[in-house]
């Protein structure tokens, strides 16, 4: 019994000294706790509680409203308005096509729009938000509002929408804005502005809107706000208000732009007009043109298949990017360098047999008029467009010379114009060929180069601004569409002042022999003397023609036996009036056939609206051939050719 | 003639235990209402579990620790039947087959092995009286060892650890060599590169996870990067009952129930936790004192391995919540939202409470 009690005894004793062993251990790791508590709560605090206010606040953009682009009248050529998009973000999405399908039970959804999202689902990255459905009115939006909890990982935004209300006038102009890709990204990334546009969904991708992004854009605002893990906003912690971008205004006016297109009617082609004082672009126009509206939020590829594969090229921006041979236009400025070279200078004249051959060759560069003009002085060789004058003096120039001048006014480098994308045009030389070709020069080439034809090309912006800095007495000012920049913070505008980009010394005596030679040019007796008619006010102006395809030595030049496509462009230069310009354009008609009758008209009814506010009177001819069979009846043969 | 029958009511009540349940209980429905987004139904229904898991507790702490002797070993074999039913014909939910119908609802035989394991155990260890030897305690690791492989196949590691664990108190208690201890730790560790060696990468990548939550901060990580980040900015005196910004904005996971330490945290800081700390240790020491005060083996090697049980509870939990323990599913007691958790701990004071409050009947 007494070693039993003991043993009793013996067993708590060593279950106590256990529990107190237990009971140890129990503080030790209670202890352990607490210093982990102190640790991340006293210590580390300042750590923490940075961690969770970043957690919970986060900074939303306010994207800013987009400047307006509205033209020199104040008539609107872009704005915003809101509407409601529905937008999917694929991460959130378990099935994306049975949603589309479920949301399609509630709004509609045309297979154009599923298109569209397929589209910018592979251009972008899954958890980025990518609208399947825009412009919802308010009956949709409201539908879905109801049944937005069925939708995770759908959500239904107020948005501003780009909204061109002229539509496809003066399109190439205006350009567009569409969704930021990623090559915008890394340009972004690159000029350091890819913070400011945090929220933007959109960006300038053409014309002004791209050129003046920086200006249109505005400056993003942003709102500190507490979100919870699923980033849903619980409320407003402080806001930083967005700076709405500014307007532009256009130095063009949308009337003038409209008989301007008009007057193309289904042509294709190219009109630049430039008031050669301030280098102000008063008209732009390049036919076919396009609806930019299609591009705001993503063009389906049904529409982009039909601008881009039409054989009319609707999207190219001729203005800019076409390249043509400049004809008989390039040759009041080989005038111009012959002159002042000293070479040609009245009363110096030629006789012109009809062609022109080069010493020691038998081959006849041919003039338009087989039986030739006879005695032609200079001042006549620029009005009845003699190419056997044009031909001798390109040789006695050379072709370097020849080159090294007219760059002065434009040709062959850019203008420094704003809109982007412009096209040197090519002004050959020996130099060029070689590097091009790996092939020499050959004299029969610089000949052509005389006439414009050959390698020489240019674009009609360099066409008009040549003409523009002809007519300003070789004073070249830099063109340009915009002529304000306005402030809609402050309501101050910013004028772009007038540039002048170069002055060329050249001799008054020498202008006023080129100058009247273009002016009689729309004279009785000139290739374009119907453009003149009538018009009351004095137009100098030069007409062209240039080939498609090459006819071949002894061939005639049949217009109508040849497919449309193939005929000779028309071009046409004026400046106007002619004592004092106002305007100085370029016109190009492709396949159009001559200048004078094809281009001509048009830039009749251009000056006629902006000289004297007269609009056209009678309905553009709308096809092609009817055009030249009606202007062949009535224009002298002069005008026929060039 | 009331107070009297109060007396008698309760008379297997500890106060002193009772108090601190209340007072806990009374933190968790704060606490709660403030994780559940202020749901008072969240609250209420909480309440309900607790009114069932003190009826529970009455009842249990009414039984004399005689009656539960006899009944120990007869509740470990229903409970090794049904875990073995539950890897036949258990339901499987989120991957792990832990659930097991029995007509009118699903129970999880695991829970009960939480009060059978320690209580068969002291019973075998209570029939051994004397210094119990090697032999002993090797039958002893088996009836151990079985259910608590059983559990981890569900797989449920967590538990079967803490099971385990709950086991091992009742070895220790009752005398396990301290050269065994020693040995079996030295042993442990020595095949520890070996196992390790075995895992595949993914395997390893896990474990990895699990210890350094930074690893994988938006997938298995999470959780516990935005605890800590939870009771860290609590700071020294919480932001304030109902402002806790990552537990009021969703950002807490789980925050009702396995992480709800990380809402108390972040709303009451670091005095909050010394209490909750202060609170658990109350009991701790409460329910030690009950055990070496015991008068039988088997009261004393179950009221120890149900407190230090509880220990092992609370400290895995708020471990794992505050980073220095990897993940297991553990709520933290008396707090965590949860019936069966909650009656089976009010089970276990039940347990206390009895053997606390039957020693003079025995000793009469």
Not at chain 1, 67 to 94: S, W
Not at chain 1, 613 to 632: C, D, F, H, I, R
Not at chain 2, 40 to 62: G, H, K, P, T
Request: aromatic content about 10%; charged content about 15%; overall charge neutral.
């Amino acid at each position: 019994m007494g070693a039993e009690l003991k043993n009793h005894l013996h067993e708590q004793y060593y279950f106590k000294l256990r529990l107190g062993f237990a009971g140890l251990a129990v503080f030790c790791l209670f202890s352990a706790l607490a210093f982990r508590f102190s640790y991340l709560q006293i210590k580390q605090y300042n750590h923490y509680q940075t961690l969770a206010e970043n957690n919970r606040i986060s900074l939303v953009p306010i994207i800013p409203n987009r400047g307006l682009i509205v033209d020199k009248n104040g008539v609107v050529l872009a704005h915003n308005f809101f509407a409601y998009t529905l937008e999917i973000t694929p991460a959130k999405v378990y099935n994306l096509e049975e949603t589309i399908t479920e949301i399609g039970k509630l709004v509609e959804i045309s297979s154009v729009d599923r298109k569209r999202f397929k589209k910018f689902r592979e251009q972008s990255h899954n958890f980025e938000s990518i609208p399947i459905r825009t412009h919802l009115n308010e009956v949709e939006a409201a539908k879905f509002a109801v049944n937005h909890y069925r939708f995770p990982g759908v959500e239904i935004k107020s948005r501003l929408f780009r909204h061109y209300p002229l539509g496809k006038l003066g399109s190439h102009m205006v350009g567009y804005i569409g969704r930021i890709n990623d090559k915008d990204l890394v340009n972004l990334e690159a000029s350091g502005d890819l913070s400011n546009y945090k929220g933007s969904d959109h960006i300038g991708k053409s014309g002004l809107e791209q050129y003046y992004e920086k200006h249109l854009h505005g400056i993003t605002g942003f709102q500190q706000v507490e979100i919870d893990a699923d980033g849903h906003a619980v409320r407003v912690l402080s806001s930083n208000p967005p700076i709405p971008g500014n307007n532009i205004v256009l130095s063009a006016d949308s009337k003038l732009q409209e008989i301007a297109e008009t007057a193309f009617g289904e042509r294709r082609g190219a009109m630049v007009a430039i008031n050669p004082k301030t280098g102000e672009v008063l008209s732009y126009v390049s036919q076919p043109t396009f609806d930019p509206n299609l591009f705001v939020d993503g063009i389906d590829s049904e529409n982009w298949k039909a601008l881009n594969e039409s054989l009319d090229k609707p999207l190219i921006n001729r203005p800019l990017r076409g390249v043509y041979p400049p004809g008989s236009t390039f040759k009041p400025f080989v005038a111009m360098a012959g002159l002042e070279a000293g070479k040609r200078e009245p009363p110096y004249s030629i006789h012109d047999p009809g062609f022109f051959t080069l010493p020691g060759s038998s081959h006849r560069y041919r003039d338009w008029k087989p039986s030739g003009h006879g005695s032609v002085d200079m001042q006549k060789a620029i009005t009845i467009s003699c190419d056997t004058f044009f031909y001798g003096l390109a040789m006695e120039l050379g072709i370097e010379n020849l080159a090294a001048f007219v760059r002065h006014f434009g040709f062959g480098r850019k203008s420094d114009f704003d809109i982007k994308g412009e096209i040197e045009g090519l002004l050959p030389t020996p130099e060029w060929k070689k590097r091009r070709f790996k092939q020499p020069w050959y004299p029969g080439e610089t000949v052509i180069v005389g006439i414009g034809q050959g390698y020489t090309l240019v674009t009609p912006l360099q066409l008009a601004q040549a003409t523009a800095i002809l007519a300003n007495n070789g004073v070249a000012m830099r063109p340009h569409l915009v002529s304000q920049i306005q402030n809609t913070q402050s309501g101050k505008n910013q004028i772009v002042a007038p540039f002048i980009q170069d002055k060329i010394e050249l001799n008054p005596n020498n202008i006023a022999i080129v100058k009247q030679g273009m002016m009689d040019v729309t004279l009785p007796g000139g290739t374009a003397a119907s453009v003149g008619a009538n018009a009351g006010y004095a137009i100098a102006a030069k007409t062209g023609t240039a080939q498609v395809i090459g006819i071949k030595q002894n061939e005639k030049y049949n217009e109508h036996g040849i497919d449309e496509r193939h005929r000779d462009h028309a071009l046409f230069i004026a400046y106007a009036p002619a004592e004092d310009p106002k305007i100085a354009l370029a016109v190009i008609v492709e396949n159009g056939g001559h200048g004078g009758s094809a281009a001509g008209p048009i830039a009749r009814k251009v000056m006629d609206y902006y000289l004297l506010g007269k609009l056209p009177a009678t309905e553009p001819v709308k096809e092609n051939k009817k055009s030249n069979g009606n202007t062949a009846a009535t224009v002298p043969e002069e005008e026929l050719h060039d | 003639m009331i107070s009297k029958l109060l007396q008698h009511l309760f008379k297997h009540i500890d106060a002193f235990l009772m108090a601190c349940l209340f007072f806990a209980m009374l933190i968790s429905l704060f606490v709660l209402y403030s994780a559940s987004g202020q749901s008072i139904e969240r609250v209420y229904s909480q309440a309900i579990n607790m009114l069932v898991a003190l009826s529970v507790m009455w009842v249990v702490a009414n039984i004399s620790p005689q009656k539960l002797e006899r009944v120990a070993l007869l509740l470990y074999v229903v409970g090794v039947l049904l875990l073995i039913a539950v890897a036949l014909f258990g339901s499987i939910s989120h991957g792990a087959r832990r659930w097991l119908n029995i007509g009118f609802t699903q129970i999880q035989p695991s829970e009960l092995m939480r009060i059978a394991m320690p209580m068969m155990l002291a019973w075998y260890f209570s029939t051994r009286e004397g210094k119990p030897n090697a032999v002993n305690f090797i039958i002893a690791g088996m009836l151990l060892m079985a259910p608590v492989a059983l559990i981890m196949k569900q797989p449920d590691l967590g538990t079967a650890l803490l099971i385990a664990s709950s086991g091992f108190y009742v070895l220790f208690l009752a005398g396990l060599s301290w050269k065994f201890l020693v040995g079996a730790l030295v042993s442990l560790m020595a095949l520890m590169p070996a196992f390790w060696s075995m895992l595949h990468d993914y395997q390893r990548k896990r474990i990895e996870i699990l210890f350094d939550p930074t690893q994988d901060p938006l997938g298995a990580g999470y959780h516990t990067i935005q605890a800590i980040i939870a009771i860290g900015s609590g700071g020294a005196s919480g932001k304030g009952w109902l402002n806790g910004t990552q537990t009021q904005l969703d950002f807490l996971p789980e925050r009702t129930t396995d992480f709800i330490f990380a809402v108390f945290s972040e709303e009451f800081g670091f005095l909050g936790n010394m209490l909750l700390l202060g609170l658990f240790s109350v009991i701790i020491i409460r329910g030690l004192m009950i055990a070496s005060q015991a008068q039988s083996t088997f009261s004393r090697l179950l009221a120890g391995s149900i407190t230090l049980n509880f220990f092992s509870y609370a400290f895995v939990n708020m471990g794992m919540v505050s980073g220095i323990l990897p993940v297991v599913g553990v709520p933290l007691p008396l707090i965590s939202y949860g019936g069966t958790s909650m009656v089976t701990l009010c089970l276990g004071f039940g347990i206390l409470m009895s053997i606390h409050t039957h020693k003079n009947l025995v000793a009469n």
